[in-house]
């Protein structure tokens, strides 16, 4: 069975560093795309981040881009979302999803929340 | 960055009901469109990929078409575990983006 999950979150001052975790049991996480994916307090979903399989291709989104850093550890089976910088409106459920053909993101975790605030 | 618009943001229907969500790409996205269920308090849960191919284990009640820029999601008979809000997703681009949702409510 392939799970996904996300750790790491938590309170933190604006300006404040978290890296979130995204361990993976059932998959090599290397052989995938992964995806980061955010949802503020009552909002829709954002795409925030992915990684290809091997780690070659890396994007962000426009939203993040020059403060959060996406990484892969093979030997951990895992994949970290770095962020720098943080402000407010980066509050969110950040989720972890894997990309399959077509680029569908067909598995999930279950979210960690992150708390900006002072 | 290539922008979906879904519409409704929101619909009120009742059981059995045939219901239908619209989500219009800013550019051309071939059929790199897919469709994800969302509970309160749960992750998404992909429904249909590729514009109108069913996701194993989802129900045949739900359907997709489209292609180009002009991609619907069909609820052919609405049962109680389908309210929720539901996103549209291109994967067209390397920067992946979403619909803002449509809320399916009870009437």
């Known amino acids: 069975e392939v799970q996904l999950v996300e750790s790491g979150g938590g309170l933190v001052e604006p300006g404040g560093s978290l890296r979130l975790s995204c361990a993976a049991s059932g998959i090599p996480v290397n052989d995938y795309t992964m995806n980061w994916v955010r949802q503020a307090p009552g909002k829709g979903l954002e795409w925030v981040s992915s990684i290809s399989s091997g780690g070659i291709f890396i994007y962000y989104a426009d939203s993040v881009k020059g403060r959060f850093t996406v990484s892969r550890d093979n030997a951990k089976n895992s994949v970290f979302l770095q962020m720098n910088s943080l402000r407010a409106d980066d509050t969110a459920v950040y989720y972890c999803?894997?990309?399959?053909?077509?680029?569908?993101?067909?598995?999930w975790g279950q979210g960690t929340l992150v708390t900006v605030s002072s | 960055d290539i922008q979906l618009t879904q519409s409704p943001s929101s619909l009120s229907a009742s059981v059995g009901d045939r219901v239908t969500i619209t989500c219009r790409a800013s550019q051309s996205i071939n059929n790199y469109l897919h469709w994800y269920q969302q509970k309160p308090g749960k992750a998404p849960k992909l429904l249909i990929y590729a514009a109108s191919t069913l996701q194993s284990g989802v129900p045949s009640r739900f359907s997709g078409s489209g292609s180009e820029r002009d991609f619907t999601l069909t609820i052919s008979s609405l049962q109680p575990d389908d309210f929720a809000t539901y996103y549209c997703?291109?994967?067209?681009?390397?920067?992946?983006?979403f619909g803002q949702g449509t809320k399916v409510e009870v009437k």
């Open positions: 999803a894997r990309e399959i053909g077509g680029n569908r993101s067909d598995q």
């Open positions: 997703q291109q994967s067209y681009s390397t920067l992946r983006t």
